[in-house]
């Protein structure tokens, strides 16, 4: 287990060096580039050359990026221009990463509380009205955008259920500790700001969940349906066991390989920054502050929250590679 994990860690290090470099270089490549982006309409040739020669930009793009990973290893990745114009990418990126997850993990719950249930239920119940307008629902939370859905939340089902629809909590006496507004009112006692956190939490992580939910609850009805025609399964039922031990110790345990891929996968892609449904709810997490990046041209933060999303991303999927291998022991000897 401990070789696999290894090389795995090899692996993992070598892809987010070369996201890495192809990042570095896009940006640089972009119309207007960062010198445009400081100087804006003050840009005159002397001074576009003057900061060009100050930032390094006239040296050759490889001999930029080693610059740029010395640096990146120490934590400086740059002022912010534009997101929050004179804090440090790396402070945008610590004040705004727990609420991109307490959104994404509160989405996650919401999508496996559901999707895993109801996936086995229309499983079992193949061919019936339960399964049929199950699989139509799971077509019609893929096919809906999420930027839509979130509009139609927020106009919509804010007023009917008196949801707030934008920002993490109200203007309310709240004392910050880890910056997870949910359990710094756990954490000190003050109940009102974690149930206004939560209230905050509720639309914007419906309309991020339609996605996780219709995939997990797809993939998980197709494993079970994969397993209930097996063999051994079969063979359980004629030796008399109970539905209850069939449907854990056989159907549930061999049906979950996939699924947990799955959820990893999800937890991924959630955490590595909900663009769309941040910008929508005003959720001031990293992918509002990515939004803002690319609108207002704030390389530092780009760079740095691009990074940081693929690392997130690798490692959940470094998780699930290794709760996969410890699932499955046949996954250690490849």
Do not use: C
Not at 7 to 16: C, E, K, M, N, P
Not at 51 to 58: I, R, S, V
Not at 91 to 107: G, K, M, N
Not at 247 to 259: C, D, E, I, Y
């Amino acid at each position: 287990m401990l070789r696999y994990t290894i090389r795995r860690l090899i692996q993992l290090v070598g892809v987010v060096l070369v996201l890495s470099l192809l990042l570095f270089a896009w940006l640089r490549s972009l119309p207007g580039g960062p010198v445009s982006a400081l100087l804006g309409e003050r840009a005159t040739p002397e001074s576009r050359a003057a900061l060009t020669k100050q930032l390094g930009l006239d040296q050759p793009i490889l001999i930029q990026y080693f610059k740029f990973l010395g640096r990146a290893l120490s934590g400086d990745f740059g002022v912010s221009n534009g997101v929050q114009p004179g804090d440090s990418a790396m402070e945008i990126f610590l004040q705004r990463f727990p609420a991109t997850v307490e959104l994404s993990v509160f989405a996650l719950v919401i999508a496996i509380v559901f999707g895993i249930p109801l996936g086995y239920l229309a499983a079992k119940r193949r061919g019936t009205w339960f399964d049929n307008s199950s699989v139509i629902g799971s077509l019609v939370g893929v096919a809906i955008p999420v930027f839509f859905l979130a509009y139609v939340l927020k106009d919509v089902f804010s007023k009917a259920l008196g949801l707030p629809s934008t920002g993490r909590q109200d203007a309310i006496e709240a004392t910050r500790v880890t910056g997870f507004f949910t359990l710094d009112g756990i954490l000190t006692g003050e109940w009102d700001a974690t149930f206004n956190a939560l209230e905050h939490l509720i639309l914007p992580a419906l309309a991020l969940s339609s996605i996780p939910f219709a995939v997990i609850f797809r993939i998980t009805r197709a494993a079970v349906l994969d397993v209930l025609d097996e063999d051994f399964v079969r063979t359980a039922e004629s030796k008399g066991l109970t539905a209850q031990v069939i449907r854990r110790r056989h159907v549930l345990r061999n049906a979950m390989l996939p699924v947990v891929t799955t959820v990893g996968l999800q937890t991924g892609a959630l955490l590595s920054g909900a663009v769309l449904t941040e910008k929508v709810f005003g959720f001031a997490g990293v992918g509002e502050a990515l939004a803002l990046g690319f609108e207002r041209r704030d390389y530092p933060v780009l760079l740095l929250l691009i990074i940081m999303a693929t690392i997130v991303y690798v490692l959940v999927n470094l998780l699930v590679d290794l709760s996969y291998a410890l699932i499955d022991p046949r996954i250690r000897a490849r």
